[in-house]
């Protein structure tokens, strides 16, 4: 729970002014006040607590002066003020840095030195130790949640917060009334009662240094101010509950049960008191009742995080399955395009092939051998795709050059009847391969859809050329010669292609141009050429299939 806005800043300073009420109500005015100052004392003092989140220094620094000024003139909200001291200079120490820190323990300090000393008595040993250990206290509890060894794995502080508020309203709401009547001086009465309610915000983050802390509480309630023995011994029973939560050691358990247990009898039992095995068992099933409260609870905590890793090892297993499915689907795609494509394909091969040698000399005899050979190179290439979807992992060698595959393009388009005219500039060679192979596609994509579109005895120039940071593919062919049936087209080739020129951080365009024609342009971007005297650099040839997978082209022709 987080609290945003002003809600917690007025419930703060509202408990800072209450607080003094209680303590100071009964206690009247000073010899130096008048006897209606109790309301403005409280309100002086409790109010700026709304302030304390968010200047906790200047509070700090505040409260100081204040409990200078009420000690030296007499007044009980001086007990009040060194309480709602520890508590700001303990918010200084978890919001602030050290130097913030230093400055409020220090005015911490000499404030309540001066709050211990009374008039013409000079400072003691001891007093300076309770002036030094009192404001150190609380700092060393804001430092310590602050830091990464308090932070539980959930970071939720609603059930810190919830511990702490409960016990500091228990702890005070069920004393105050007795705080006048020890030995001590009641603001050390109630200090340490409101530090004994604080302390069980930190006991799920430090449990074993709580249960010592409420352990000495009720030992010194006991001695000095036997009213809130009752008091401690709650507070005592819930630290060890949420020590038993924490901690699932059960010989560390049995240690604090056991100090529990002779801790709570020495509360309780009075030296007229006798002893029965009645007495003895409630006594135990007393101190046996929050361990077993704890336990569950930690059981229950347990087993939710338990639930918790269960559930997202199902969701990974889950997502390893899908995985797994998706693969197996994939490899029974591959199976059945190579079964039903090859088989119509290889038919064509063997036809083609028959024929070629029936088929005397000539144009058809060319024919013939072009569609045996590019039937040879379609199986080729869908074995490749069937390694490739069968192992996604796996990268399928690559045959041909860049350069090759555009100029056996050009001459295999020629020979199918277009007239096509190819510029290769040398200085392509230079560029990326993966922006090399994207043009070597392109132009295959642009000569097939000139010839499914414009058919045969149509002019094409080609040209692949370097311009200053770019690779540039333009095909340009003119208006068809006569009229033609077109051919089918799944209407996807411009998409791919466009879809490859984008991937690279290119433009592609395509339409009809002045002419009555159709004009393919594409711009890749490419790094620096090399200098002419440096040799290319070694690399993999690439082949139609590899970069059919790798490049995106969805294939298909306009």
């Keep these: 729970m987080r609290w945003r806005g002003v809600p917690l800043d007025l419930l703060l300073a509202a408990a800072g002014t209450a607080l003094d009420l209680m303590l100071s109500a009964k206690g009247g005015g000073s010899a130096l006040l008048p006897g209606n100052e109790v309301i403005p004392m409280a309100v002086a003092v409790g109010a700026p607590m709304g302030l304390v989140r968010r200047a906790p220094l200047a509070v700090s620094l505040y409260l100081a002066a204040f409990l200078v000024f009420t000690d030296q003139v007499g007044s009980f909200t001086a007990n009040t ?5 520890c508590v700001a200079i303990g918010l200084v120490a978890y919001y ?46 804001g430092t310590y949640l602050r830091g990464p060894a308090g932070r539980l794995k959930d970071g939720d502080i609603s059930p810190d917060v919830l511990l702490a508020g409960g016990g500091v309203a228990f702890t005070v709401l069920s004393t105050w009334t007795d705080w006048h009547s020890g030995s001590q001086p009641v603001w050390v009465v109630g200090l340490f009662a409101v530090l004994g309610g604080l302390s069980l915000g930190v006991a799920r983050r430090f449990p074993g240094l709580v249960f010592i802390f409420q352990s000495v509480l009720l030992i010194a309630a006991d001695q000095y101010l036997h009213e809130t023995v009752n008091t401690c011994l709650i507070l005592m029973l819930i630290a060890l509950c949420v ?3 924490r901690i699932a050691s059960w010989a560390w358990i049995t240690v604090t049960y056991v ?6 009898s020495l509360a309780i039992v009075e030296d007229s008191t006798e002893v029965t095995a009645f007495r003895v068992a409630i006594l135990m099933a007393l101190v046996t009742t929050p361990v077993a409260i704890g336990r569950y609870l930690g059981v229950r905590q347990a087993a939710a995080e338990a639930e918790r890793l269960r559930v997202r090892e199902s969701a990974r297993l889950a997502v390893a399955q899908v995985r797994a499915d998706q693969l197996l689907e994939r490899e029974n795609i591959a199976r059945e395009v190579h079964d039903i494509v090859a088989h119509h394909v290889g038919a064509m091969v063997l036809r083609a092939g028959a024929a070629r040698y029936a088929a005397p000399e000539g144009p058809v005899a060319d024919a013939l051998a072009d569609i045996r050979e590019t039937g040879h190179q379609a199986l080729e290439d869908l074995r490749g795709l069937l390694d490739v979807l069968r192992d996604p992992g796996r990268r399928p ?9 555009i100029r056996e393009s050009a001459e295999r388009m020629t020979a199918a009847g277009l007239q096509v005219e190819l510029e290769l500039d040398p200085a392509t060679a230079h560029a990326p391969l993966v922006a090399r192979a ?19 005895g149509t002019q094409v120039s080609v040209a692949v050329t370097t311009t200053g940071q770019a690779l540039t593919v333009r095909v340009r062919n003119g208006p068809p010669p006569t009229i033609i049936e077109r051919l089918p087209s799944s209407g996807r080739g411009l998409a791919g292609m466009r879809e490859r020129v984008r991937a690279l951080g290119g433009t592609l365009t395509a339409g009809l141009d002045q002419d009555g024609g159709w004009l393919l342009t594409a711009d890749m971007p490419i790094a620096s050429p090399a200098s002419p005297t440096t040799s290319p650099p070694a690399e993999r040839p690439t082949g139609c299939i590899t970069d059919l997978i790798t490049g995106g082209l969805t294939g298909g022709a306009t």
């Design 259 to 264: 100090i529990c247990t002779m801790l709570a």
């Design 81 to 85: 003020a060194q309480m709602l001291l």
């Design 397 to 405: 060698d690559m045959p041909a050059d860049p350069a090759e595959v």
């Design 243 to 245: 020590f038993a939560m």
């Design 96 to 141: 602030s840095g050290w130097r913030p820190t230093c400055v409020a323990l220090g005015a911490a300090i000499a404030a309540t030195a001066t709050n211990l000393a009374d008039p013409g008595i000079a400072l003691t040993t001891n007093s300076w130790m309770y002036s030094v250990l009192v404001p150190t206290f609380p700092v060393l509890i």
């Design 438 to 456: 994207s043009a070597a596609r392109i132009v295959q994509e642009g000569l097939t859809n000139v010839l499914k579109h414009a058919g045969p």
